[in-house]
């Protein structure tokens, strides 16, 4: 059985492209050696499939990842 996966609209997808894009050009994920982008992206869509989509807060909980 295939499980659907969410669709985003253009404007949800610019907004999780611009949060990925900000979080891996951060100095903390820039210095960071136990965080890959594979990770980061995957954070921000299991937030943008509960539902999120401020910038601010799917930023947010990507760089709490790398202070973890």
């Excluded at 996966?5 to 894009?21: E, G, I, Q, S």
Aim: proline share 4%.
């Amino acid at each position: 059985m295939l499980h659907s996966k969410p669709a985003y609209d253009p404007p949800t997808l610019t907004v999780l492209r611009r949060a990925l894009d900000e979080v891996l050009t951060d100095h903390r994920f820039l210095k960071s050696t136990s965080t890959t982008a594979l990770e980061i992206a995957e954070l921000i869509l299991a937030q943008a499939a509960t539902g999120e989509r401020n910038l601010e807060r799917l930023k947010s909980s990507a760089l709490k990842k790398l202070a973890a």
